[in-house]
């Protein structure tokens, strides 16, 4: 079964490559990998949810947020190499907005995690780093980039 026919079987679309907001491209192909700059949770143009988490949004709003920034990473590879062209996801970095004393980064990023793991199943393990800092760019509660290989 191909990517987009998983995609489909799930119910789920990939949204519109979101623009930079800045000098920066949304994916960039080298070799046999395709790296994805940071994907904040940008739904039709706008962020549903801004602050820091653990204080303005709950741990559980950030993991849903952090599933659209794994779609938004998603339609940037699909727009520049086509999502079927993936063979594997190999890294996930994530940034939590965290209010002081935060600690459940990881819980947060389980929320992009485990879109890889339902769409691309064993091709979606992937390596991951969770970070908290203290602000993000509009005042994301969340943004997640990732590494994939390509056919």
């Known amino acids: 079964m191909s990517w987009s026919a998983r995609l489909a079987e799930l119910d789920i679309s990939l949204p519109p490559v979101v623009a930079p907001v800045a000098a920066y491209a949304p994916a960039v192909r080298t070799g046999s990998h395709v790296y994805t700059a940071g994907q904040v949770p ?16 709950t741990a559980e709003q950030a993991q849903d947020l952090a599933r659209t920034c794994a779609l ?11 999502i079927d062209a993936v063979v594997r996801v190999v ?26 793991g339902e769409v691309f199943a064993e091709a979606g393990v992937h ?13 994301a509660p969340v943004e997640v980039e990732m590494i994939v290989e390509v056919a």
Request: proline share 5%.
């Open 91 to 116: 890294k996930v970095v994530g940034f939590v907005a965290s209010a002081e004393g935060f600690t459940g980064q990881p819980g947060v990023l389980n929320g992009a995690s485990e879109l890889l």
């Open 72 to 82: 938004n990473a998603l339609a940037a590879v699909h727009d520049l190499v086509g």
């Open 42 to 57: 940008m739904v039709a143009g706008s962020l549903p949810a801004t602050g820091k988490v653990g204080a303005e949004v």
């Open 127 to 139: 390596a991951r780093s969770a970070v908290g800092v203290a602000e993000l760019p509009m005042g």
